[in-house]
Nanobody
């Protein structure tokens, strides 16, 4: 069993930066692939970034490439999403997700956090 708790959301102006963290509990965290998704009001949940269990591979949706960076600290059971050059269209609830197998771009993940709101003002 893995429990995920996100933190770090908030309000930021366009062009600013924000960092999200996801704290995971569970002894097998290190073997899970991790990802961040987001869901804007009235829209479907969207893959944002993912990282393999070994940290050797990272994945990003096109709209955030070059602006967002995903990383994980296995020793502290945390996953981070550093978001730079934020745009109003990045406004959404951001979710952390864990998956026993490899990173996928769909919502086929085994565990989810409760989400944290990110609002980017223009």
């Amino acid at each position: 069993q893995v429990q995920l708790v996100e933190s770090g959301g908030g309000l930021v102006q366009a062009g600013g930066s924000l960092g999200l963290s996801c704290a995971a509990s569970g002894r097998t965290f290190s073997t899970f692939s991790m990802a961040w998704f987001r869901q804007a009001a009235g829209k479907e949940r969207q893959f944002v970034a993912g990282i393999s269990w070994s940290r050797s591979s990272t994945y990003y949706t096109d709209s955030v490439k070059g602006r967002f960076t995903i990383s994980r600290d296995i020793a502290n059971n945390t996953v981070h999403l550093q978001m730079n050059s934020l745009k109003p269209e990045d406004t959404a609830v951001y979710y952390c997700a864990a998956r026993r197998l490899g990173v996928v771009y769909t919502a086929a993940y085994d565990y989810w956090g409760q989400g944290t709101q990110v609002t980017v003002s223009s």
